[in-house]
């Protein structure tokens, strides 16, 4: 007779002995109306005690729901949330009967291993925590824009730069952000009672533009810079954002590029300040000040490019930093825009940079083939 046969044989008889004992001594006697020994409740021990005499003991040490905090933690940082913010409280008859039922539930040999077992390692089950998850996917969504916009955790695009008469290609960056519905299944299985602050489930996020995006483009096609007076402030800072909405737009063959759809609403919201504007035949002060100066400078950078040109105006009056006919305007509530379209078999990126010490808006097309001529206003 081999050895599992004879283990097997053993077991079959201490079933067959435990059956009809099961309302003996052996299960009963000592541990049938309470907790058998080694099972805890969030790190509290429990054993010898009935499911009621378990709840009142736990309502006497467990904090109420009220006055404690769900700990969360990410890139270092630790986040806390109120209960009563989520309306938290125990599932505590639950829990307590998934205690009670080691020992207590199926055959006699099941409840006769899982004594054994409990006596020899301690169980111990999660206090599970209700809550309103809708309170709780607020709050977390509050907790990821935080940590998405920590700048550590921003994802960053590939850039190219012409720079020594060569492409030169700075590599993407990966960024990462909170999966909320990750956290909230962690949750559901974290030992509230621990005090110890859960690490939330963090994804990574891609970059708009990888360096897989930006192969081919080898060449500048069209470069060409303005300058502006740097001490004009507001006109300058006005320039600086839209110059920096510009720079590291990718257009792929057939991809129509929108001047107001890039830089988007120019306006106190957006950050832009008033300065000198055109408006009819007139000259005043409104917001976004300087911006058509960037527009104008990407406009023969275009031209030097040869992309197609969709739709472009010119300024009702003359402007210093273009000759006539080579300036270009927008105006978001006029519906006028600067639109051309890449219709060459390659990708384009545009460069922008703004030199606030010099005053020089510079723009550079990049593309593949041979480079084309540059110029100046």
């Known amino acids: 007779m081999t050895k599992r046969v004879v283990i097997l044989a053993a077991l079959l008889s201490l079933q067959a002995m435990l059956i009809p004992a099961a309302g003996g001594v052996i299960l009963s006697d000592r541990w049938e109306h309470v907790m058998v020994l080694g099972v805890r409740l969030g790190g509290i021990s429990l054993e010898g005690m009935t499911p009621w005499q378990a709840r009142s003991y736990l309502h006497g040490v467990i904090p109420p729901a009220d006055d404690s905090v769900l700990k969360l933690v990410a890139g270092g940082r630790v986040w806390e949330i109120a209960y009563k913010d989520i309306n938290a409280g125990?599932?505590?008859?639950?829990?307590?009967?998934?205690?009670?039922?080691?020992?207590?539930?199926?055959?006699?040999?099941?409840?006769?291993?899982e004594i054994v077992r409990a006596g020899g390692n301690s169980m111990d089950f999660p206090l599970p925590l209700h809550f309103d998850q809708e309170l709780l996917i607020e709050k977390l969504n509050n907790i990821n824009y935080e940590f998405r916009c920590q700048t550590s955790n921003l994802p960053k695009d590939a850039k190219l730069h012409w720079r020594d008469g060569k492409v030169e290609i700075i590599p993407s960056v990966k960024g990462y952000e909170i999966d909320?519905?990750?956290?909230?299944?962690?949750?559901?299985?974290?030992?509230?009672?621990?005090?110890?602050?859960?690490?939330?489930?963090?994804?990574?996020?891609?970059?708009?533009?990888s360096e897989k995006d930006l192969?081919?483009?080898?060449?500048?096609?069209?470069?060409?810079?303005?300058?502006?007076?740097?001490?004009?402030?507001?006109?300058?800072?006005?320039?600086?954002l839209a110059g920096r909405a510009l720079d590291g737009v990718l257009l792929k063959p057939g991809e129509e590029f929108s001047f107001n759809g890039v830089v988007g609403s120019i306006d106190r919201e957006n950050g832009y300040k008033k300065a000198t504007v055109i408006i009819g035949n007139k000259l005043m002060d409104d917001y976004g000040g300087g911006v058509c100066q960037v527009t104008t400078t990407l406009y023969n950078a275009g031209l030097l490019a040869g992309v197609e040109v969709l739709e472009h105006h010119n300024h009702s009056i003359p402007v210093s930093y273009a000759k006539p006919g080579l300036d270009a305007t927008i105006?978001?509530?006029?519906?006028?825009?600067?639109?051309?379209?890449?219709?060459?078999?390659?990708?384009?990126?545009?460069?922008?940079?703004?030199?606030?010490?010099?005053?020089?808006v510079e723009v550079w097309i990049l593309g593949a083939g041979v480079k084309k001529t540059s110029g100046h206003a």
């Open 90 to 113: 125990y599932k505590l008859d639950e829990a307590l009967k998934r205690a009670f039922a080691v020992g207590h539930t199926g055959s006699a040999l099941k409840r006769f291993t």
């Open 180 to 209: 909320v519905e990750g956290t909230l299944a962690k949750l559901a299985g974290w030992s509230l009672q621990s005090g110890e602050s859960m690490p939330m489930v963090v994804k990574i996020v891609n970059p708009a533009i």
């Open 215 to 240: 192969y081919g483009i080898d060449n500048l096609i069209g470069y060409y810079n303005t300058e502006f007076d740097p001490k004009r402030l507001d006109r300058t800072y006005n320039i600086v």
């Open 331 to 360: 105006a978001q509530e006029g519906a006028k825009d600067f639109r051309f379209r890449n219709s060459s078999n390659h990708a384009q990126y545009i460069s922008c940079g703004v030199d606030t010490v010099k005053g020089h």
